[in-house]
């Protein structure tokens, strides 16, 4: 039994890219404990619902994070048209389900390279990286934003996307998918990398049940959990199954993002080849009306719980975000415990946490 | 007075060739990555620009510290030069690090200390071959002596295959390259940030950027003595060794201590000690 | 499991041109829909405010008695918003990004 | 989701404790807690799911009131329950861990907590 060293790890660290910190009690270089503590990005958006119009605030509100912005308007927008019992144009939610997905793809690729950073695989990053340029080159010519899209609002979405465009979208993945195809090569293939994943940081599928894990923490240990199964917006009209993997470690939550990034791909090209004509945005009269709604929706990095509370005036009497990394904290915590020093990194990023979302 | 000189241009070469083999292999690692990469003098640059930052020690004895790494560097590599031991400029060298890790532990930051645990083991990991590749040396040669091996007439190579590729497997390591940069990487993209280096900075960084330089080149010249007795194959044997580490290191990814240690002597045992029994029975 | 499955790819990348740019001196082409920047062409602007009131980030000043429009870019989150509740159509988004400043 | 899919269940610290606790037992997963402020105080409102549709269990407590954790039955708790601590000033005892007011480093103490100001939109 070795010396107990306390290392803080973050809030400011070249790994984690995250403002999170964590106090590792290490013996040696096993982690025995972690206790996390955060704050550092708290912006009080939820706040800031009660100052803004609803219709305004879709622009916020894709802006409590910078990755999977795109969902948080998405689900914005939804517990809005729910909560005032709209039924927006068919097209506009084909065209928010399409962009969904490249939006998932994106995080996902982001996430492989930030895998790869910690793994100290700085070329396998980088390429990475080089795939996800493509991505969001198409997303900004269609929407305008690179990484803040700013595709929706209430009621629909700004601009639609001529048929030309979007067959070039689903076109983009031919040449696109041997790109993929190597990098699950190298993740799941590579020596030195398996050697990294497998069988570091396992957590059990009772254990995801109980500390509430979502997204791919709870799919990679064998919990189907995928929001998308709930059919919002049109993802009722299109084939899909939730990715499982059942080992739970940090190599089985690898699998569900790569898989993810096929099963996207598939989802994209599926609601092209069914996308309707017709308009893409309503207008909205009226004001949300006294009462609340639950939504929920599948981010990148899992389920994220939107609960808007209206009391008949332009501004929300509560609004509240729960994101994926929040409910995936404590499974972190339990992942953490018994590691070596050299996974912490590689472990924190297996969750796959944004900070910002969490504390919004 | 030819020693002499000859140290005298190691001492003012082989930091240049250093830094130039710095930015090639930063440049290379660019192009390997798809990037454009920094300008090829850019670690020159680099720490001409840390000698020019305003100078804050953690601790007073680790300028003294990094002061000695530097000097024992030097000196080890002076010694190769000048034709010496060549178990004495090994364990010249050893030495030099060690003062690297007192500079290291003088420090109360957890980070420099598991760097310093981890430059411990590192050491252990690629001894036992830097020790191997001498003897095999001198049952070749007959003598440790490093004139003497770099006259020998056959080439090393062809009788020391297998310590071949065993330094070059530690080589990785001693190079700072995945999959073995454990205690410092290059990129700081780590655990442990900076590994040993983490509470340097200013002039004693730049310092043990230039000892690094001055290693590298010393660790290449050990490399170009198996090919010593044909000079142009030994400068296209280093030139392809220095490509390969930057290959493997864009080919990897970091693995743990334990990894490298069990490996490292794994390949010391089989490769090192193999090709020396064989050397033994013919 | 297999050995080295990165090696084609990185061999590949070594002899095909960076699929990095040197920005600022060479600037990608932006696409027509690229949010860029805000402009405002106060020759037609009648100063109604309505930017400024719209602007989720308060990122606009305008005060009509003295013919004042100014936009902070440092909050100015280009939403493209006040471009679109603009009644005399003024305002524009320019498709290039603000220039980086070395100071 | 399906409005439909939501149930509003209302009820008293006890009850809720003993629900929570049968809840687990039925195989549910906390999906979160979360607390909003009203006219006569304060509602938290804990959601479960089984799957996937969810049951929501209220409470509705006043400033002072003190209110039992229950990470000691979902450990995921702790997270909303410090955040409900720290954002509205609420007293949540026995929290498995608890960061005692240093959760969200905010300039203002509570500030979810103060009643809402009478706002124009605009800053």
Redesign the interface.
């Known amino acids: 039994m070795g010396e107990r060293t306390v290392i803080p790890f973050g809030p400011q660290h070249p790994v984690l890219l995250e403002p999170l910190h964590l106090d590792l009690v290490i013996e040696d270089e096993k982690v025995v404990k972690a206790m996390p503590s955060w704050g550092f990005v708290h912006r009080g958006l939820e706040k800031l619902a009660e100052k803004r119009d609803f219709i305004e605030f879709p622009f916020v509100a894709e802006r409590i994070c910078g990755v999977c912005s795109h969902s948080h308007g998405m689900a914005y927008t939804q517990a809005i048209e729910a909560l005032m019992s709209l039924e927006i144009p068919v097209r506009a939610k084909y065209l928010r389900t399409i962009l969904a997905e490249f939006s998932r793809i994106n995080s996902h690729l982001l996430w492989l390279g930030l895998l790869a950073n910690a793994l100290g695989f700085e070329s396998l990053f980088m390429h990475c990286w080089k795939l996800r340029e493509k991505i969001l080159d198409i997303v900004e010519e269609t929407t305008g934003g690179r990484v803040i899209f700013g595709a929706c609002r209430v009621g629909g979405v700004n601009r639609d996307i001529d048929a030309p465009t979007l067959a070039r979208m689903s076109r983009l993945f031919t040449g696109m998918e041997k790109g993929f195809r190597e990098i699950d090569g190298v993740f799941r293939k590579d020596y030195t990398v398996q050697k990294r994943l497998q069988e570091t940081g396992a957590l059990s599928r009772a254990d995801a049940h109980l500390l509430g894990a979502v997204g791919p923490v709870a799919k990679g240990s064998g919990i189907p959990c995928d929001m998308r199964r709930l059919g919002y917006s049109v993802y009722n009209e299109l084939d899909f199954q939730a990715v499982v993997e059942t080992e739970g470690d940090s190599y089985a939550r690898t699998s569900v993002r790569i898989k993810e990034i096929f099963q996207s791909v598939g989802l994209i090209q599926q609601a092209i080849a069914k996308i309707p004509a017709g308009e893409v945005s309503m207008k909205i009269t009226g004001l949300p009306p006294v009462g609340e709604h639950f939504e929920m929706v599948e981010q990148p990095r899992g389920e994220a719980v939107y609960y808007v509370k209206g009391n008949g005036t332009r501004f929300l009497e509560r609004f509240r975000v729960r994101n994926s990394t929040f409910a995936n904290i404590p499974a972190l915590l339990k992942i953490l415990e018994g590691c070596e020093l050299s996974d912490v990194p590689m472990l924190i990023l297996s969750i796959d946490p944004c900070i910002s979302c969490a504390e919004r | 007075m030819k020693t002499v000189l000859t140290i005298v241009l190691f001492i003012v070469a082989a930091p240049l060739a250093g830094g130039l083999m710095a930015g090639l292999d930063r440049k290379?690692?660019?192009?390997?990555?798809?990037?454009?990469?920094p300008p090829l003098l850019q670690p020159f640059y680099d720490v001409a620009k840390l000698f020019s930052k305003q100078n804050i020690a953690v601790h007073k004895s680790q300028k003294y510290y990094v002061l000695c790494f530097l000097v024992f560097v030097i000196l080890s590599g002076a010694l190769f030069v000048a034709g010496q031991d060549l178990l004495l400029v090994i364990f010249a060298l050893t030495l030099a690090d060690v003062f690297l890790i007192l500079g290291a532990y003088s420090v109360r930051s957890?980070?420099s200390?598991?760097g310093a645990?981890r430059e411990l083991v590192q050491m252990m990991a690629y001894e036992p071959m830097v020790i191997i590749t001498a003897i095999g040396m001198y049952m070749v040669t007959k003598s440790f002596s490093v004139a003497d091996i770099a006259a020998f007439e056959q080439n090393l190579f062809v009788k020391l295959p297998g310590i071949f590729i065993g330094l070059l497997f530690v080589l990785t390591g001693k190079l700072r390259k995945?999959?073995f940069?454990?205690s410092m990487?290059h990129?700081?993209?780590?655990?442990?940030?900076g590994g040993v280096l983490t509470e340097f900075s200013g002039a004693e960084l730049a310092m043990v950027k230039i000892a690094y330089w001055y290693q590298n080149v010393f660790l290449l010249g050990l490399v170009c003595l198996f090919f010593a007795s044909a000079f142009w194959l030994g400068v296209g044997a280093v030139m392809l060794t220095f490509f390969l580490e930057v290959?493997i290191?864009?080919?990897?990814?970091?693995?743990?201590?334990q990894?490298t240690l069990a490996s490292s002597w794994i390949a010391a045992a089989v490769l090192g000690m193999g090709n020396l029994v064989v050397l033994i029975f013919i | 499991m297999r050995i080295l499955p990165m090696a084609k790819i990185v061999l590949k990348s070594l002899f095909r041109k960076a699929a990095t740019q040197m920005y600022p001196l060479i600037t990608k082409e932006y696409y027509p829909a690229t949010r860029g920047k805000v402009l405002n062409d106060t020759e037609f602007c009648i100063y109604c405010g309505m930017c400024q009131r719209k602007c989720p980030a308060g990122a606009i000043e305008v005060i009509r008695a003295k013919r004042y429009w100014a936009l902070d870019p440092k909050r100015c989150v280009t939403c493209n918003y006040c471009v679109e509740v603009c009644p005399k159509k003024c305002m524009t988004m320019d498709k290039r990004y603000t220039a980086p400043s070395t100071n | 989701m399906a409005k439909e899919l939501i149930v509003f269940i209302d009820m008293e610290i006890p009850e809720m404790l003993t629900r929570v606790e049968a809840l687990k037992l039925e195989g549910y997963r906390l999906m979160q807690i979360h607390c909003t402020r009203v006219e006569s105080g304060y509602e938290i409102n804990y959601t479960f799911a089984l799957d996937l549709p969810s049951q929501n269990l209220r409470i509705h407590i006043d400033r002072e009131q003190e209110i039992p954790s229950i990470s000691g039955i979902f450990p995921a708790a702790f997270l909303y329950e410090n955040e409900i601590h720290d954002l509205f000033g609420l007293n949540i005892t026995d929290m498995l861990i608890d960061y005692h007011g240093r959760f969200y480093r905010t300039s203002v103490p509570a500030p979810f907590g103060q009643a809402k100001k009478d706002t124009g939109g605009g800053e």
């Open positions: 290379a690692g660019a192009w390997m990555q798809s990037r454009v990469g957890p980070y200390y598991v645990e995945s999959p940069d454990l990487s990129h700081a993209h780590q655990e442990i940030v290959f290191d864009n080919n990897s990814a970091r693995l743990t201590w990894f």
